[in-house]
């Protein structure tokens, strides 16, 4: 069956653009989790999602920040005013419940210039 | 909070030789444990996830061992290939986010 899906799979952008970064779960999963992975280092957990709702966002850096699943399936990672900083592969995981096994996404190359 | 810990950072055998990567983490109140395989600019495939039940768990040339007691796991690759070549990251659970150590990055020379 299909994995996670994440698009788009590069993006590049502005110092403080608007960015919008999007993953399509495994169907049926009801657990939607976001990483960012900077070069060289394991992947950073931000928000995780149970079904609609945010059930930790303790990992998002600052409110630039943001992370919407309206309908508990397709989630979109919004970044507002972009830093360099920012720049980074960001991954998408989903799995079937909470503690189960996470399947990743291919990730989103962001660069911001 | 979870701190997982992977060494060596990096590891360069001959072909046909077995690998042993090592992992530990900090908080032994863990449900499971993943390890996980990256290759260079893709995204992470699920290898093995052991249950905290479990002492082991086997996949093909793979096996990975499980000690929560000292807090530690260990990836062996038997026999190894140069497609083998990837880094190997290990995930501990915080909670219901998984905490990731930086990785060890595997060369297996044909």
């Known amino acids: 069956g299909a994995g996670v899906s994440q698009t788009p799979s590069n993006k590049v952008t502005e110092k403080g653009k608007y960015v919008e970064l999007r993953c399509d779960p495994i169907?049926?999963?009801?657990?939607l989790y976001w990483y960012r992975q900077s070069l060289g280092q394991g992947p950073e957990f931000l928000i995780y999602?149970?079904?609609?709702?945010?059930?930790?966002d303790s990992g998002l850096p600052n409110d630039r920040f943001f992370a919407v699943r309206p309908e508990g399936s397709v989630s979109t990672l919004k970044i507002q005013r972009t830093e360099r900083g920012d720049s980074a592969v960001y991954l998408c995981?989903?799995?079937?419940?909470?503690?189960?096994?996470?399947?990743f996404g291919p990730g989103t190359r962001l660069t911001v210039t | 909070k979870q701190e997982v810990t992977q060494i060596p950072a990096a590891l360069s055998v001959p072909e046909g030789e077995n690998l042993v990567l090592n992992c530990s983490f900090t908080?032994?109140?863990?449900?499971?444990l993943q390890w996980f395989r990256q290759d260079p600019g893709k995204g992470l495939t699920s290898l093995l996830l052991?249950?905290?039940?479990?002492r082991e768990q086997t996949s093909g040339r793979l096996n990975a061992s499980l000690d929560k007691s000292s807090g530690r796991s260990t990836l062996y690759i038997a026999a190894s290939q140069p497609g083998d070549s990837a880094t190997y990251l290990c995930?501990?659970?915080?909670?219901?986010?998984?905490?990731f150590g930086a990785g060890t990055t595997v060369t297996v020379r044909a």
């Open positions: 995981a989903s799995s079937l419940y909470l503690s189960y096994e996470q399947y």
């Open positions: 052991i249950q905290s039940s479990q």
């Open positions: 999602f149970q079904g609609t709702g945010a059930a930790d």
């Open positions: 995930a501990a659970p915080n909670d219901y986010k998984l905490s």
């Open positions: 908080d032994s109140a863990i449900y499971n």
């Open positions: 169907s049926g999963h009801t657990a």
